[in-house]
């Protein structure tokens, strides 16, 4: 064996470990580090796509932040429609007291869904990461709860 061969087989059993040792795909966040995917397993989680614009987006903002903070096995997660940039998107999280995390870009590819036509829209995943329901219209802590089956 050449010693090129040698070192180009080093390099690739690097890159496989490496490639093991990986979290996978990562959602990047606003004001934190990116999370990876498989962070949000174990949990439910709630991803809220909304706009500034979108006064019924605005109308569910404090029940999303409550829910999000309550002790409930699940997460919110935002996704500003719109795509601003991070500046507008932390100006605009900012001025309707967003709690929850943003994700910095659309991560519905790495979700497995497609970006809604109505907002808001909150999609829900089991704590196995299987998609359970699309929640469409403004909700509260009752039909956030209701989605995951419990009354």
């Not at 935002?78 to 007291?97: H, K, R």
């Amino acid at each position: 064996m050449s010693p090129f061969s040698v070192r180009f087989l080093g390099v690739g059993m690097l890159v496989a470990l490496l490639s093991a040792c990986s979290p996978g795909p990562s959602i990047v966040l606003l004001k934190e580090a990116p999370r990876p995917l498989e962070a949000y397993r174990g949990q439910w989680l709630y991803v809220n796509y909304w706009a500034e614009w979108c006064a019924p987006c605005l109308e569910e903002i404090p029940e999303l932040n409550a829910f999000h903070g309550a002790d409930n096995g699940a997460e919110v997660l935002g996704i500003n429609f719109d795509q601003v940039d991070s500046a507008l998107m932390a100006e605009q999280a900012e001025g309707l007291q967003i709690a929850f995390p943003l994700a910095l870009g659309d991560p519905a590819a790495l979700l497995g869904i497609q970006a809604p036509e109505v907002l808001p829209s909150t999609y829900v995943f089991d704590p196995d990461g299987g998609l359970v329901t699309v929640l469409v219209g403004p909700q509260d802590e009752a039909s956030l709860l209701a989605a995951q089956g419990t009354p």
